[in-house]
């Protein structure tokens, strides 16, 4: 079945605690990106790659990391979380950006105390 | 600022009836854009889109409208029926960023 999976589904953790939460895709996608969505702002871009070892900042960047180092593998990296980056988060992959859909993954709700 | 508006929080709509939900844009370099329906506890999932060299796109009972003097783009879906009841998400394209507007709930009521 083609998806997008992502772990942890829930995740409850203290300031400043180093966190990774994983991503991955079987279709061979080559786009994918992160994005974290917020009550009344909907969902804001965090980083997206093109392609491996090829990634960019997207709207929300500041206080995380991505890595590409396989294809189907993008983790999100929260170096350092704090209580602002409590949210849900969206993990998401399309075959290219030739204006295809996004696949989104389940979700990750995160809480930072 | 957001470049991507839904101000409509939520919408209710008699099953059966049309449901419009609305979308408007302030930059003009977008030229894809595209709906995508978000139930709980999922992630959201894709519509239905258009390119800005239309004006309308037709998938069953969903039509995306735009009209891109006015940069504002509608998702009418006729009829209406309590499965689509959900978060309606408007999305644009501006060179490799997706831009995401806020969100609508729509609840169809039976």
């Known amino acids: 079945e083609a998806q997008v999976t992502q772990n942890p589904r829930y995740l409850i953790t203290v300031t400043g605690k180093k966190l990774t939460v994983t991503c991955s895709q079987n279709m061979n996608h080559e786009y994918m990106s992160w994005y974290r969505q917020d009550p009344g702002l909907g969902l804001r871009q965090i980083y997206y790659?093109?392609?491996?070892?090829?990634?960019d900042k997207g709207d929300v960047p500041e206080g995380y990391k991505v890595s590409r180092k396989e294809k189907r593998n993008f983790p999100l990296i929260l170096e350092s979380p704090s209580p602002n980056q409590t949210s849900l988060y969206f993990c998401?992959?399309?075959?290219?950006?030739?204006?295809?859909?996004?696949?989104f993954g389940p979700g990750t709700r995160l809480t930072v105390l | 600022d957001q470049q991507v508006k839904q101000n409509s929080p939520s919408l209710s709509v008699q099953e059966g009836r049309i449901s419009i939900l609305n979308c408007d844009y302030t930059?003009?370099?977008?030229?894809?854009f595209l709906w995508y329906k978000k139930y709980p506890a999922e992630g959201p999932t894709f519509l239905i889109s258009i390119s800005s060299i239309k004006d309308k796109n037709e998938d069953g009972r969903f039509t995306v409208f735009l009209n891109k003097s006015a940069k504002h783009l509608s998702l009418h879906i006729v009829p209406s029926q309590p499965g689509d009841s959900a978060v309606y998400f408007c999305a644009a394209i501006n060179g490799q960023n997706f831009v995401f507007g806020p969100g609508t709930r729509l609840s169809v009521l039976p």
């Open positions: 790659s093109m392609n491996v070892e090829v990634t």
């Open positions: 998401a992959s399309s075959l290219d950006l030739t204006y295809n859909e996004q696949f």
């Open positions: 930059n003009s370099m977008f030229d894809y």
